[in-house]
């Protein structure tokens, strides 16, 4: 009997749970509704200019920030139908490979809206080159930002000069200015470095470095802080 009890009581349970969950999703689902000008953007963002495209990530950064972001309202069954046979971002950002640092939520975005590179350090080799060379002259990119953290690794254990299994101290050389640079600060470094990354954009690569120059696109670098949320451009 008591085991009966107790499987009444759960099965009751779970069926509250699911009614709260059905409203849930009805609720969700006409909040989306609402929502469904976001997917006619999508194709619209490509037409922003590099400022324009800088200050809608920006915008969404802040969102972030406050935890009010509105990525998330987007129907993602219509943005995927929308983008299988093509995709428009507006922008682009190197950042780093770290899992505190997610970007499109970062900028609240969504699928289509970023194109993305990650590799431990945000740093450039060329094969970072040729996938944003892809993004600014393919896909036509507005806005390229390089994106270092607070409490990076990679910069940290360059500053060092730990032993480090494996390959991965090959990240070393190319942290190595930045670390130069930093007078041993922590932040500095990180700052110097995503600069030394951006500014190493616009004149290795003649795709980016054309396209600056004819204002078809912004290279900047920033630092996103893991405790505030928050992108400094700097
Ligand atoms: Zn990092």
Known sequence: MPENTCVHRDSGRRHFLQTVL????????????????????????????PDAALQELLAGNQRFAANQLTSIEHDLAILKEQTVGKQE????????????????????QTIGHIFVTRVAGNIVTPEIIASLEY????????????LGHSSCGAVKAAMKADTVPGQ?????????????????NFAKAIEANAKIQA??????????????????????????????????LI
């Open 22 to 49: 059905s409203s849930a999703v009805v609720g969700f689902a006409a909040q989306a509704g609402i929502e469904f000008a976001s997917p006619e953007k999508l194709s619209a963002q490509t037409n922003l200019s």
């Open 89 to 108: 971002p507006f922008a682009a950002v190197l950042a780093c490979a770290d899992s505190r640092v997610p970007v499109e939520l970062v900028f609240d």
């Open 135 to 146: 993004g600014v002259a393919v896909l036509g990119v507005k806005t390229l930002v390089v």
């Open 168 to 184: 991965i101290s090959t990240l070393y050389p190319h942290l190595r200015q930045a670390v130069q640079q930093s007078d041993g």
């Open 199 to 232: 500014e190493l954009l616009r004149t290795s690569s003649t795709v980016i470095r054309d396209a600056v120059k004819a204002g078809k696109l912004k290279v900047e670098a920033g630092v996103y802080d893991l405790a505030t949320g928050k992108v400094t």
